[in-house]
Protein backbone atom coordinates (compact mmCIF):
# COMPACT_ATOMS: atom_id res chain seq x y z
CA UNK A 1 0.00 0.00 0.00
CA UNK A 2 0.65 3.49 -1.13
CA UNK A 3 -0.31 6.40 1.19
CA UNK A 4 -0.67 9.90 -0.82
CA UNK A 5 -1.20 13.14 1.27
CA UNK A 6 -1.51 16.96 -0.92
CA UNK A 7 -0.95 19.79 0.81
CA UNK A 8 -0.71 23.34 -0.72
CA UNK A 9 -3.68 24.20 -2.45
CA UNK A 10 -5.81 27.58 -1.96
CA UNK A 11 -7.37 30.36 -3.57
CA UNK A 12 -4.78 32.92 -6.12
CA UNK A 13 -5.45 35.28 -8.91
CA UNK A 14 -5.05 34.70 -12.30
CA UNK A 15 -1.07 35.20 -13.33
CA UNK A 16 0.02 33.53 -10.44
CA UNK A 17 1.80 30.73 -8.28
CA UNK A 18 1.00 27.86 -6.55
CA UNK A 19 3.19 25.09 -5.41
CA UNK A 20 1.28 21.86 -4.95
CA UNK A 21 3.44 19.22 -2.26
CA UNK A 22 2.42 15.35 -2.46
CA UNK A 23 4.26 12.84 0.67
CA UNK A 24 4.16 9.33 -0.15
CA UNK A 25 4.45 6.69 2.28
CA UNK A 26 4.24 2.86 2.70
CA UNK A 27 5.47 0.72 0.36
CA UNK A 28 6.79 3.28 -1.97
CA UNK A 29 9.99 0.91 -3.57
CA UNK A 30 7.49 -0.57 -6.18
CA UNK A 31 6.43 2.68 -7.68
CA UNK A 32 6.97 3.07 -10.73
CA UNK A 33 5.72 7.01 -11.66
CA UNK A 34 3.44 9.64 -9.97
CA UNK A 35 1.26 11.62 -11.08
CA UNK A 36 -0.96 14.70 -10.61
CA UNK A 37 -4.59 15.01 -11.93
CA UNK A 38 -7.42 17.59 -11.55
CA UNK A 39 -10.82 17.54 -11.58
CA UNK A 40 -13.37 20.40 -11.99
CA UNK A 41 -17.02 20.13 -11.05
CA UNK A 42 -19.08 18.40 -13.51
CA UNK A 43 -16.09 17.53 -15.51
CA UNK A 44 -13.73 14.41 -15.95
CA UNK A 45 -11.11 13.79 -13.96
CA UNK A 46 -7.97 14.82 -16.57
CA UNK A 47 -4.02 14.53 -16.71
CA UNK A 48 -1.82 17.30 -15.73
CA UNK A 49 1.57 15.92 -15.57
CA UNK A 50 3.82 13.08 -14.18
CA UNK A 51 7.03 12.21 -13.72
CA UNK A 52 9.23 8.87 -13.56
CA UNK A 53 9.92 7.86 -9.54
CA UNK A 54 14.00 6.44 -10.33
CA UNK A 55 14.95 8.70 -13.84
CA UNK A 56 12.91 11.19 -13.04
CA UNK A 57 11.36 11.83 -16.80
CA UNK A 58 8.80 14.31 -16.60
CA UNK A 59 5.49 14.20 -18.88
CA UNK A 60 2.92 17.41 -19.57
CA UNK A 61 -0.80 17.65 -20.77
CA UNK A 62 -0.12 20.00 -23.40
CA UNK A 63 -2.24 22.34 -21.68
CA UNK A 64 0.10 23.16 -19.15
CA UNK A 65 3.30 22.82 -20.75
CA UNK A 66 5.84 25.81 -20.18
CA UNK A 67 3.49 26.58 -17.55
CA UNK A 68 3.70 23.87 -14.74
CA UNK A 69 7.22 21.93 -13.67
CA UNK A 70 6.75 18.55 -12.15
CA UNK A 71 9.91 17.12 -9.63
CA UNK A 72 10.55 14.53 -7.50
CA UNK A 73 12.93 14.03 -4.29
CA UNK A 74 13.80 10.43 -4.35
CA UNK A 75 14.97 10.86 -0.41
CA UNK A 76 12.13 12.57 0.60
CA UNK A 77 9.38 10.90 -1.20
CA UNK A 78 7.61 14.09 -2.50
CA UNK A 79 6.54 15.27 -5.64
CA UNK A 80 5.82 18.76 -6.11
CA UNK A 81 3.82 20.52 -9.21
CA UNK A 82 4.92 23.79 -9.21
CA UNK A 83 2.19 26.00 -11.39
CA UNK A 84 2.70 29.37 -12.82
CA UNK A 85 0.42 31.71 -14.78
CA UNK A 86 -1.92 30.35 -13.01
CA UNK A 87 -5.54 30.74 -15.49
CA UNK A 88 -9.08 30.78 -14.42
CA UNK A 89 -9.52 27.14 -16.24
CA UNK A 90 -6.99 25.28 -14.17
CA UNK A 91 -9.66 26.02 -11.49
CA UNK A 92 -9.95 22.38 -9.90
CA UNK A 93 -9.30 19.98 -7.20
CA UNK A 94 -5.57 18.73 -7.69
CA UNK A 95 -4.81 14.99 -7.02
CA UNK A 96 -1.75 13.35 -6.23
CA UNK A 97 -1.41 9.44 -7.87
CA UNK A 98 0.71 6.55 -8.05
CA UNK A 99 1.19 3.45 -10.22
CA UNK A 100 3.74 0.83 -9.61
CA UNK A 101 3.07 -0.77 -12.82
CA UNK A 102 5.71 -0.17 -16.09
CA UNK A 103 2.82 2.02 -18.48
CA UNK A 104 3.31 4.04 -21.55
CA UNK A 105 0.07 5.62 -21.00
CA UNK A 106 0.72 7.64 -18.34
CA UNK A 107 -2.44 10.17 -19.00
CA UNK A 108 -4.83 7.62 -17.81
CA UNK A 109 -6.31 7.56 -14.71
CA UNK A 110 -7.19 4.65 -14.26
CA UNK A 111 -3.66 3.33 -14.87
CA UNK A 112 -2.64 4.41 -11.01
CA UNK A 113 -3.70 2.61 -8.29
CA UNK A 114 -3.03 4.67 -5.20
CA UNK A 115 -4.41 8.53 -4.90
CA UNK A 116 -4.43 11.40 -2.45
CA UNK A 117 -7.60 13.23 -1.23
CA UNK A 118 -6.82 15.89 -2.89
CA UNK A 119 -6.34 19.70 -3.00
CA UNK A 120 -8.38 22.69 -3.99
CA UNK A 121 -6.61 25.19 -6.28
CA UNK A 122 -9.49 28.28 -7.33
CA UNK A 123 -7.51 30.52 -9.69
CA UNK A 124 -9.68 34.18 -9.38
CA UNK A 125 -10.11 36.07 -12.58
Known amino acids: QVHLVESGGGLVQAGGSVRLSCVASGRTSGTYIMGWFRQAPGKEREFVAA????????YYADSVKGRFTISRDYAKRTVDLQMNSLKPEDTAVYYCAADSVVTTTVSNPTEYDYWGQGTQVTVSS
Open 51 to 58: ITWSAGNG
